[in-house]
């Protein structure tokens, strides 16, 4: 990397803590420091406050579940970021891989299944990757260049959460049209074709019994579907 390049954008003070001390660096210089190099695994982003996240982040098969299962159950807020997931094997499964990531994160007591994780940072870095709530969710802007094995691991994670499994069909439903279309693309990778169709229903997890648009991806081919089995599949057995 450039290091007089970065000793001007963080300033030679900062420069010479971050380098001694191991301080981080403020989101707000990212986006000048990303375009460096990518051999600056050591830089670290942070809050005030005391989060911190590597610029560089090992897109590990739990950090992929994880991102698959926020977008099928997770919304953020301005400080935290929740994921509500009421299958019990999931919930472990789940739980493990946040402890296996080093993610704090409590149950909420009046609330089981809601698991909130208190951290700004990551709650806008998921904000921004997969969108906030369920009307705006999306894949990430780089799943394209993932491997298919890795795209596989949020794929599985997302339909283990919002999918289920039929005798003649795999279906999930949305209420962001541009996730299903993401979902649709994605699949199409594997050579999976699905359909889109508009459907009206009450959301699963919300006392609100209104019906809302929802957009329903199906896989109901057997080729499509033996597809989806072998080369993605559900994180747990159904």
């Known amino acids: 990397y450039d290091q007089n390049k970065l000793r001007l954008i963080l300033g030679y003070q900062k420069y010479y803590h971050v380098f001694n001390n191991g301080e981080r660096v403020n989101t707000n210089q990212l986006e000048q420091i990303v375009p460096l190099q990518d051999n600056l695994q050591f830089l670290k982003i942070g809050r005030r406050i005391g989060h911190q996240i590597k610029i560089f982040q090992k897109l590990s098969a739990d950090f992929l579940r994880f991102i698959g299962l926020y977008i099928a159950e997770g919304h953020t807020e301005k400080k935290y970021l929740l994921v509500s997931i009421h299958e019990k094997a999931l919930q472990h499964k789940f739980i493990k891989d946040l402890e ?101 229903k009450s959301a699963t997890n919300s006392r609100m019994r209104s019906k809302k648009l929802y957009y329903e991806l199906i896989i109901s081919g057997q080729k499509d579907i033996r597809i989806f089995e072998r080369e993605i599949g559900f994180v747990l057995e159904r």
């Open 100 to 200: 296996s990531l080093n993610i704090n994160f409590t149950e909420r007591a009046f609330n089981p299944g809601d698991f909130q994780i208190n951290n700004s940072l990551l709650a806008e870095l998921f904000s921004a990757w997969c969108g906030s709530n369920s009307y705006n969710k999306h894949l990430p802007p780089w799943f394209l260049q993932l491997t298919k094995t890795q795209l596989a691991l949020i794929i599985s994670a997302y339909f283990s959460g919002d999918g289920n499994e039929a005798k003649n069909e795999v279906a999930a439903a949305t209420a962001s049209k541009r996730l299903a279309r993401d979902l649709s693309y994605a699949l199409l990778l594997f050579g999976i074709q699905t359909r889109i169709r508009s459907i009206w």
